[in-house]
Nanobody, 122 residues
Framework: QLHLVESGGALVRPGGSLSLSCAAS????????IGWFRQGPGKEREGISC????????YYSESTKGRFAISRDKATNTVKLQMDSLEAEDTATYYC???????????????WGQGTRVTVSS
């Protein structure tokens, strides 16, 4: 019932933009907050954004605030992460995850997608 699939990862130049999508099962979309995490080479998994299923509240890490925007679309059960002004440091595998509430702690999310790779390079 908690099924998540990410898409949209690509190679993009510094300063460019990219939109990632997380297709969720209807049950996950209606009952769980959806968070976005990323894990760069040799780094720990980092929570970067989350959107609440209850009231649509959005949350961002300091590293992404002002550059990334999260949104949800009930018509398609999809959560999108619009990423602008991308930097080399944004290079990572990006994951979406379903949790009972918004948090930047991976342990609070019982269900994860398989990830999508984002590379920012000239």
């Amino acid at each position: 019932q908690l099924h998540l699939v990410e898409s949209g990862g690509a190679l993009v130049r510094p300063g460019g933009s990219l939109s990632l999508s997380c297709a969720a099962s209807p049950f996950a979309f209606d009952n769980y907050a959806i968070g976005w995490f990323r894990q760069g080479p040799g780094k720990e998994r980092e929570g970067i954004s989350c959107i609440s299923n209850k009231d649509g509240s959005t949350y961002y890490s300091e590293s992404t605030k002002g550059r990334f925007a999260i949104s949800r679309d009930k018509a398609t059960n999809t959560v999108k992460l619009q990423m602008d002004s991308l930097e080399a440091e944004d290079t990572a595998t990006y994951y979406c995850a379903a949790g009972r509430f918004c948090s930047f702690h991976p342990a609070n999310y019982p269900s994860w997608g398989q990830g999508t790779r984002v590379t920012v390079s000239s």
